[in-house]
């Protein structure tokens, strides 16, 4: 898989430029000191003195004395400005490995942060500008996490339990821990994230259960009545506005994200946004990554098509077609498709087992290469389903779902518009954390624009007339019988989800009021009606971003702690003072705040016991005593994540239907839950809870009514004098 972290640089880069500059200036003021300098570099270039291939000195030295002057002038310019910016990405590297902005404002930061605003200069900057600025991720000391690891298990496991985790840890801190720290600092210095491809490896490519609910996550974006209610139109608009970030990104040219407005994130994952696949293996999966192909996969009742993003004009230029052009290419599919008889589900196999799947891929693509890999090779997937979903529960159930003849798991995104014009998408997981796709989704939603519900033309531009999309075939003899295996395991999968969305009756606001942290405040929500429902204290999962640093994705943040415990079961208590209550449920969300600061800082202890745990498998030593504990072994029962977003500021409260926006992913064990919580502005907070109906323990109904109580009597603590 490539791993390309900076994209290229145009022929008119500020070197070059510079270069330019600089060797006019020598010609044109020779005399001066400047053109003295030109001199001397265009004699260390014949002389070889300064790196050149032999012919080219020897063309060089025939050349008039004003084209050498030109030519020294010319390195000399570019070179230097080479050397400027490599000396200005090498300050802000050592300004980034600060992390006391995170902590607080005063004298130090204020400085700290002029120094950087300084060295990163004004923008607009190109997309990848700061990778090679962005500090290696941190690789912790063994005690440090292990201690860590022992106050994080102790309020999980049971007394005897937490008494074997401390045995464990003891053996491991005295044994193999050592030895495989020693590893882990040689993968350290010798790569660029030490974590990586093991992250990658151990949490995506090597699971082996269908990607459907278990790995794939959405995203749903459902605009007012009054934009437009016409799918088409809808579709068109998006896919070129897909095509255009494509575009955009392949130029470098889509700003990078920044922390506060300073602090560069890393853009790596945004390499794979586009033209990925999830190809599945026996053992293990493969995320490949196809260049040059610009065409998009059209999924319309089970029929698959090609469009293309981009045609010859009378010119011979190749340009990007306009929604106007989309439109009609994609009216051309419906009414082929429409008009077509039912074809077998062949998208059901991407559903299923990943060793199963990687065995009929094999068969498959035997009969149907070209097709595989028109679909495979596509910029994305985009579904017109006919279909038109009701409310919230419903839209997001089709999108994490659809019929099993029109959601290609595999594929990087599928981009689905529904009848109604709602939409969604269905994300592969591998490569692309769920920030990623937010980002992706903002610009689309911020940059749809229509006219009377219809696309908006472009008069000067009308539409070219292009040839018809290519509709791929199937040959699927010797596949009937897996197909239909697959469709019916598909069919029983998608009948357990239960998924269920939730619109909290207050948001961020009134947590404010109260000095306390939004996402802590729903962390804390969440434990209680966790605890009340199922009367025990979970292992939770919260990510942490890790983009502070190259190739950095997540580490895991535990909510949890003794001040949690002890608040959960006070909170029922009639026993306890509301004050002592509210003592509690502040120190419980400072722990849980801390925790994160400390996680997104590198130095949460998940991450690296797990790379321990891999580096153990590589050196092929027995599993060490630690990761056979029940700490360790523990399924997350609460699998959360909060989708930070930045649309509702941009657009405002009447851009879209925030009630229908959520996004989501299914529980990490059979017997957990999948939550995940968007706060829109200071009045909303929409939560998705995922479960499985065929868990006798699990109800995600019940638990969105507990979630509703625990906030409200969250909220009476506050309000109750």
Sequence with gaps: MSRSTSGPEPFLSKPVVVGGIVASSALLMPSQLLSRIAKRVSRRLVRGRIGLPIPVRTILGLLPGRVHL???????????????????????????????WMYGRNWKVKIWGLLLRLAEGRGPFQTFEFQRSLPKQPLPELNCTLDQWLKV??????ESQYQSTQEAVDEFRNNEGPKLQTFLQK??????????????????????????????????????????????????????????????????????IMMQDIVPFCMHGYNFIYNMTRVPGEHVDTPMKYTNQRHVVVIRKGHYYRLETEAQDDKGASLPLSAEEIKLQLQQICADADALDDELPVASLTSQNRTLWAKQRLSLAERNKETLETIEKSLFVAVLDEGSPKDANELTNNVMTG????????????????????????????????MILVTLNEYVMMNERYENGDVVRDLARPPRKLSS??????????????????????????????????????????MKKCRLSPDGYMQMALQLAYCRLHKETPKTYEPATLRLYAMGRTETIHPGSAWSVEWTKCMDDPLMSLDEKKTLLKKAIWHQTQFRLEATAGKGCDRHLLGLLCASRELGMDLPKIFRDDAWTKTFKLSTSQTPNRIYEVVGLNALNYPMCNGGFGPSCHDGYGISYIIYGDTMVNISIASWHSCKETDSKRFAKEIDRAMEDMKTLYLTN
């Design 403 to 434: 019929r099993g003849n029109d959601r290609w798991f595999d594929k990087c995104f599928n981009f689905i518009t529904f009848a109604n014009a709602y939409c969604g998408s269905n994300i592969e997981h591998s490569v692309l954390d769920a």
């Design 469 to 510: 999309p290519k509709r791929l075939l199937w040959n699927f003899t010797d596949m009937e019988d897996s197909i239909a295996a697959a469709f019916q395991s598909f069919k029983e999968i998608s009948s357990d989800i239960d998924l269920q969305i939730l619109h909290c009756r207050y948001g961020k606001g009134f």
């Design 187 to 256: 993968k350290f210095q010798t790569t660029e994230n030490w974590m990586y491809d093991y992250w990658l490896f151990a949490a995506y490519l090597s699971y082996r259960e269908p990607l459907i609910f278990n790995s794939n996550y959405y995203t749903t974006s459902v605009l007012p009545e009054y934009t437009t209610r016409d799918q088409l139109s809808r579709a068109a608009t998006s896919i070129a506005l897909l095509a255009k970030y494509e575009r955009l990104l392949s130029q470098n040219k889509v700003e990078p």
């Design 153 to 158: 298990s102790k309020v999980f496991v049971n």
């Design 70 to 100: 030109a030519v020294g002038g010319f390195v000399l310019g570019y070179l230097g400005q080479k050397y400027i910016n490599w000396l200005r990405l090498l300050i802000i590297l050592q300004l980034l490995k600060y992390h006391g």
